[in-house]
């Protein structure tokens, strides 16, 4: 694969919600950008372009298609940004636009994400991704950057690929502060770690992540989780130590005190949550090992009741 400064790169973002936006959003200042997205967002970008608000402040024009079908190239590189609930199904209808130098980067929440693409293409295809950038769908064709972060690239494999090396550079070639890891894998369950342990909680107190620390409680709840998290993913083998997650989970508390978690905005908006796939992910690797988690349990059990409840009220 070129260098990232030799060529313009066919990219398309498959999930162009908040965080697909944005990235779309950086990398179509350098390169050929598609958004695949729903059809009131797309409506919205084809008649008034992409807005950035926030700590971005950008306009930008772009192609954006609301059907697989409506793709016009076969993409280089491919974002996928979808909910952790609809890999399956987007891997599956991305399946046709693979060719042999496809790139496919899950940039998602959650854990599971990985092992549902593998089975569906080949893992030569695949590279793993995660960010700390903070954004909101505001309305169709609009987002706000809430809070800029880094993002982490990774072989699967652990290897520093050539190929892997391109994609950091055009990352940060488009203003996307991007680094290569050598233990991408480990970095996926970092991230679930940690919303495990503050997602479900500002759910279902609808408060922003700040509140965690300004309550003693809730404070000692998310040690807690956290501390049982951290024990289900050394079961699995990820050098992770309990103390270091909870420094590194109130430090993200901390950087996103003014944010309201995409859990929370899920059920406010009365939207299916990732719950699934993060606590109930770590609930069921730790099941498998014989070990209780009776906090993660505890936590899936009432984010399901949450959704039903505001679905019932919404009616």
């Known amino acids: 694969m070129p260098e990232a400064k030799d060529r313009t790169m066919k990219i398309l973002v498959m999930g162009s919600g908040a965080i697909g936006s944005l990235f779309g959003a950086y990398l179509s200042k350098t390169?050929?950008?598609?958004?695949?997205?729903?059809?009131?967002?797309?409506?919205?970008?084809?008649?008034?372009?992409?807005?950035?608000?926030?700590?971005?402040?950008?306009?930008?024009?772009?192609?954006?298609?609301?059907?697989?079908?409506?793709?016009?190239?076969?993409?280089d590189l491919v974002l996928l940004t979808v909910k952790s609930y609809d890999t399956e199904t987007a891997v599956k209808q991305l399946h046709t636009l693979i060719h042999d130098e496809t790139l496919v980067i899950s940039l998602q929440n959650g854990l599971g994400n990985v092992e549902t693409m593998e089975r569906i293409i080949p893992?030569?295809?695949?590279?793993?991704?995660?960010?700390?950038?903070?954004?909101?769908?505001?309305?169709?064709?609009?987002?706000?950057?809430?809070?800029?972060?880094?993002?982490?690239?990774g072989e699967l494999t652990g290897d520093r690929s050539p190929r892997l090396q391109t994609i950091v550079d055009l990352f940060n070639l488009a203003g996307i502060e991007t680094v290569a890891s050598e233990d991408i894998i480990r970095e996926l369950w970092v991230k679930a770690i940690i919303n495990s342990s503050i997602n479900p909680i500002t759910a279902f107190f609808q408060c922003k992540n700040g509140y965690l620390l300004q309550n003693a409680i809730l404070e000692?709840?998310?040690?807690?989780?956290?501390?049982?998290?951290?024990?289900?993913?050394?079961?699995?083998?990820?050098?992770?130590?309990?103390?270091?997650?909870?420094?590194?989970?109130?430090?993200?508390?901390r950087e996103t005190s003014e944010n309201y978690s995409s859990m929370a905005q899920s059920i406010q908006q009365g939207k299916r949550t990732e719950i699934d796939a993060i606590?109930?992910?770590?609930?069921?690797?730790?099941?498998?090992?014989?070990?209780?988690?009776?906090?993660?349990?505890?936590?899936?059990?009432?984010?399901?009741?949450?959704?039903?409840?505001h679905a019932f009220h919404s009616r």
């Open 31 to 75: 390169n050929d950008v598609v958004l695949l997205g729903r059809s009131h967002h797309v409506r919205a970008i084809e008649q008034h372009g992409l807005r950035v608000r926030g700590k971005t402040i950008m306009r930008c024009r772009l192609h954006a298609v609301d059907a697989i079908e409506k793709v016009p190239d076969l993409p």
């Open 279 to 309: 606590n109930g992910y770590l609930l069921a690797a730790g099941k498998r090992q014989g070990m209780q988690t009776p906090l993660n349990s505890i936590l899936v059990e009432l984010i399901h009741s949450s959704t039903n409840v």
């Open 123 to 153: 893992q030569r295809h695949i590279l793993a991704g995660v960010t700390t950038h903070g954004v909101i769908f505001s309305k169709p064709g609009e987002i706000i950057h809430t809070g800029r972060g880094h993002t982490l690239l």
């Open 220 to 253: 000692k709840i998310v040690e807690h989780v956290c501390k049982e998290s951290t024990q289900v993913a050394s079961t699995k083998g990820i050098s992770v130590e309990p103390k270091e997650m909870i420094r590194r989970t109130k430090d993200v508390i």
